[in-house]
Every structure is written in structure tokens, then in C-alpha cells.
């Protein structure tokens, strides 16, 4: 029973590794196609650049994984609160006061949740221990 223990947690660790490594060569895919699409325009927006800070938090957090093993819940969250704001921005001329306002809750919330996490992260640490 214990071997059949290992083998599957060999599994789950290759199904992750190569999950990681769909996600890394998408994000490259991406940024190389937002670039491209930069150069044929010959500008760069705040839209563009505020995209190709969401490609880099991803990287960030694929590079935190690979070498710590574990997925801050902050990473994702900061994620999304650049992408309300990246949203915000490209649309404002068609959000009306609602909508907007709506955005902008939604992002003081999730930054709320960011801080509540790191105090309780910092106030209440993780215990480790021996053996993982």
C-alpha cells in the first residue's frame, strides 16, 4: 500500500510539473504575440503594459512553485487585482457609474483580502514540520 502511496505522489508531482510547463510556454506564446502586436502598432499602451505585467506575475509565480514547492495565495490575487485595473482602464469609456464603481469594490476588496492574509502569514506563521 505504501509503494502504491509513492508512485501516485510521483504521479501527481509529473501531472504538476508538466501542467507548469503548459503554463510557462503559453505565457512565452503570449507575451511574444502581445509584443508582436505592439511593434505592428508601433505603440505601447498602459493597456499593453499592465498585460505584459500580468505574463511577469505569472512567471513569478511559476518560478515561486518550482523552487518552493508551494503557491502563495497572494500571487493570484495580485493577478486579478492588475487585471480589474488593466479591465478598468481599456473600457472606462463604456462602463457607466455602476459598473464602475462595482470594479473599483471589488479590487479594494481583494486588496483588503491581500492585507488580511499577510497579517495573519506574519501574526500566525506556519509551524514546520519534520519530514515535509
Same mark, same amino acid.
Given at each position: 500500500?505504501?509503494?502504491?502511496?509513492?508512485?501516485?505522489?510521483?504521479?501527481?508531482?509529473?501531472?504538476?510539473?508538466?501542467?507548469?510547463?503548459?503554463?510557462?510556454?503559453?505565457?512565452?506564446?503570449?507575451?511574444?504575440?502581445?509584443?508582436?502586436?505592439?511593434?505592428?502598432?508601433?505603440?505601447?499602451?498602459?493597456?499593453?503594459?499592465?498585460?505584459?505585467?500580468?505574463?511577469?506575475?505569472?512567471?513569478?509565480?511559476?518560478?515561486?512553485?518550482?523552487?518552493?514547492?508551494?503557491?502563495?495565495?497572494?500571487?493570484?490575487?495580485?493577478?486579478?487585482?492588475?487585471?480589474?485595473?488593466?479591465?478598468?482602464?481599456?473600457?472606462?469609456?463604456?462602463?457607466?457609474? !455602476?459598473?464602475?464603481?462595482?470594479?473599483?469594490?471589488?479590487?479594494?476588496?481583494?486588496?483588503?483580502?491581500?492585507?488580511?492574509? !499577510?497579517?495573519?502569514?506574519?501574526?500566525?506563521?506556519?509551524?514546520?514540520?519534520?519530514?515535509?
Amino acid at each position: 500500500m505504501n509503494n502504491f502511496r509513492v508512485i501516485g505522489h510521483r504521479a501527481l508531482t509529473l501531472t504538476q510539473d508538466v501542467g507548469l510547463l503548459i503554463i510557462a510556454i503559453s505565457t512565452i506564446i503570449a507575451v511574444g504575440f502581445e509584443i508582436a502586436s505592439m511593434v505592428a502598432a508601433r505603440t505601447v499602451t498602459l493597456a499593453d503594459l499592465l498585460l505584459l505585467f500580468i505574463y511577469l506575475e505569472v512567471f513569478a509565480m511559476i518560478a515561486i512553485y518550482l523552487n518552493s514547492g508551494k503557491l502563495p495565495v497572494r500571487m493570484p490575487l495580485y493577478i486579478a487585482m492588475v487585471a480589474l485595473a488593466r479591465y478598468m482602464i481599456l473600457d472606462m469609456k463604456n462602463l457607466d457609474s !455602476w459598473k464602475m464603481l462595482a470594479i473599483a469594490g471589488a479590487t479594494l476588496l481583494i486588496a483588503i483580502t491581500v492585507l488580511i492574509i !499577510w497579517y495573519g502569514h506574519n501574526r500566525y506563521p506556519y509551524q514546520e514540520k519534520d519530514g515535509g
